[in-house]
């Protein structure tokens, strides 16, 4: 059984930044790559950031390479994303999801791929 709880969320104006994380509540910690999605209204979820079991590789779509960052704490069991330069076309609910990876430097933006979802957590750019 994994349970997952997204936050971090809010209201940020263009430019600034904010630091998601996904607390996990599993014994399997150890097994699973992680991902964060997001959905904008009327669009489809897309895969964003993505990193290993292992930790070692990472993996981030176009648009948010340089901007944001993934990192996975073993010992919290969390993953974080900390994004920064943030622009309104990120505004969407952010999802954190959970992967049994088949080995450990394998990463996924493909939603098919991942086993887990956390509820979401909103993520609003405006000023």
């Known amino acids: 059984q994994v349970h997952i709880v997204e936050s971090g969320g809010g209201l940020v104006e263009p430019g600034g930044s904010l630091r998601l994380s996904c607390d996990l509540t599993t014994f399997l910690w150890e097994h699973f790559a992680m991902g964060w999605f997001r959905q904008a209204p009327g669009k489809e979820r897309e895969g964003i950031s993505s990193?290993?079991?292992?930790?070692?590789?990472?993996y981030y779509r176009d648009s948010v390479k340089g901007r944001f960052a993934i990192s996975r704490d073993d010992a919290k069991k969390t993953v974080y994303l900390e994004m920064n330069r943030l622009k309104p076309e990120d505004t969407a609910e952010y999802y954190c999801?959970?992967?049994?990876?088949?080995?450990?430097?394998?990463?996924?933006?493909?939603?098919?791929?991942?086993?887990?979802w956390g509820q979401g957590t909103q993520v609003t750019v405006s000023s």
């Open positions: 999801a959970v992967m049994q990876a088949p080995y450990n430097d394998y990463v996924s933006l493909n939603s098919h791929d991942y086993d887990y």
């Open positions: 990193i290993s079991k292992s930790g070692v590789n990472t």
